[in-house]
């Protein structure tokens, strides 16, 4: 690990935008307040998606906490750059080093001190490949409350030692759909996405009295927690004397993008240096970056939740199935998006073949086993690094361990392992009911 200190704050990207992020609009739903704000969310967590501060405090308790697994690794991927082929300077940091196997813990831990201390008993969840209902029961565990997660279906019964791990942490762990939840029952049983999970953790929070729904990707919060993951790599980097002119990150959501990206764009807006080429690796099944729309959508199945302004695919597709379920989500976050709508960020598309070779690639030259979603970054970052898209070198965060995702790996090397291309009819007919973003005076709304 190289010798650099913990971060004492976390810093955000709001003061360094050009323009403020497009409003939220009215949800479909009634079951929130005029202004779109859940009243169960902790005060701190709404300053800290709307004010321009830079730096945030980040609270002893949750510092404390860090310390367990904080800074994480950087280095510099030497063998696995002569393993792909590349041309230039490849650096990892590493996130899987911690109980729940990824960076979801980062925002867990922040989370679940300021709904503690707000007077919620339980936090209820939606999670995809089952990092962020990991680390959500870790942290409730912490902090002294009680967790339930509902976790796509699909995405346990590939994973169950997720659950297995979810439960000896203390949550109650559901399958999504379940039979507790109206959203569910209203589904037919035949979707398996993370906004279906997602919809069905905001229903019971909604009617169970302690409970208040909890989320760990897309919201301006949750990326801000991120925030040490760049904040370390800057000062790692700049202790190797290094440069990049590349920073990539898979995309779900975007808390692990925006973690590793974003503190590198307000360090070059303060500085007045280049930034970087931000570069968001996203699922071929799930386009939003790369082929989707900049419309008002949905965030999860009930519609209870304000419209934010984001790039979706559309919260009605059915996304097909992919061992990378932590990035099975059709929309990306509001401040991703906006920047994406700017170009300030890019997007490449990987299919799970590729993001899976990449992952072998890194384990039998790095020795680490990488997540399937991180296989999306390290695939980007061989891009970069072998194609000329990179001139200096490439930093690419691993977001987490692979090591509960043996399944997917399994299949690749049995060759069994597809990659299926999302179906045109439906993504078009998806994204047609949406409502464009207005009045913004950039070149194009779609990356289509």
């Known amino acids: 690990m190289n010798p650099v200190s913990l971060p004492a704050s976390w810093r955000s990207v709001l003061p360094h935008l050009d323009e403020p992020l497009p409003p939220d609009q009215s949800p479909e739903s009634p079951a929130v307040g005029d202004d779109g704000v859940s009243v169960n969310l902790p005060f701190a967590l709404v300053r800290q998606s709307s004010q321009n501060r830079e730096f945030w405090d980040i609270p002893a308790e ?18 696995f750059e002569d393993a792909v082929g590349a041309r230039v300077p490849i650096y990892v940091k590493y996130e899987g ?27 209820v969840t939606g999670t995809g490949a089952g990092q962020w209902g990991t680390a959500l029961a870790a942290a409730c565990t912490m902090f002294g409350l009680r967790c339930r997660v509902f976790m796509v279906g699909t ?21 999504s759909p379940s039979e507790l939840t109206d959203v569910a029952a209203r589904s037919g049983g035949g979707v398996n996405s993370l906004a279906l999970a997602i919809g069905e953790a905001v229903e019971y929070a909604g009617r169970t009295e302690g409970a208040a729904f909890c989320i760990g990707s897309g919201e301006t919060y949750s990326i801000l927690h991120q925030s040490v993951i760049g904040l370390e790599a800057i000062d790692q980097l700049a202790e190797l004397e290094a440069t990049v002119d590349s920073v990539v990150g898979c995309v779900g959501a975007g808390s692990n993008f925006g973690g590793i990206a974003l503190p590198f764009f307000a360090d070059a807006a303060t500085t007045g240096a280049e930034c970087p080429q931000l570069v968001a690796a996203e699922s071929s099944t799930t386009p939003k970056l790369t082929r989707g729309v900049y419309a008002y959508d949905k965030t999860d199945a009930t519609g209870v939740s304000p419209m934010e302004a984001m790039y979706t695919i559309g919260s009605s597709y059915p996304i097909p199935d992919s061992h990378s379920a932590g990035l099975r989500f059709h929309g990306a976050a509001k401040v991703i998006s906006a920047m994406r709508h700017r170009d300030q960020v890019t997007a490449q598309a990987v299919g799970q073949v590729e ?33 000329g898209g990179s001139a200096r070198g490439v930093v690419a965060c691993v977001s987490g361990h692979g090591y509960l995702d043996l399944s997917a790996y399994q299949q690749l090397l049995d060759g069994e392992l597809t990659t299926e291309p999302p179906e045109e009819r439906a993504l078009v007919s998806a994204m047609d009911r949406l409502r464009p973003v207005p009045g913004l005076a950039t070149a194009g709304s779609s990356h289509v």
């Open 97 to 123: 080093g911690n109980i729940s196997g990824s960076h979801k813990l980062n925002t867990a831990l922040a989370q679940a001190h300021y709904y503690a201390k707000a007077g919620v008993k339980e936090l």
């Open 62 to 79: 949750v510092l404390d906490a860090y310390r367990s697994f904080r800074p994480t690794p950087l280095w510099r991927a030497r063998r």
């Open 155 to 175: 995405s346990l019964r590939k994973k169950p030692y997720r659950g297995t791990l979810m439960r000896a942490l203390g949550a109650t762990v559901h399958a």
């Open 355 to 387: 993001a899976l070779q990449a992952g072998q690639a890194f384990t039998r030259s790095e020795m680490v086993l990488p997540a399937p979603e991180s296989g999306h970054a390290l695939a980007v970052a061989a891009r970069l690094a072998t194609d």
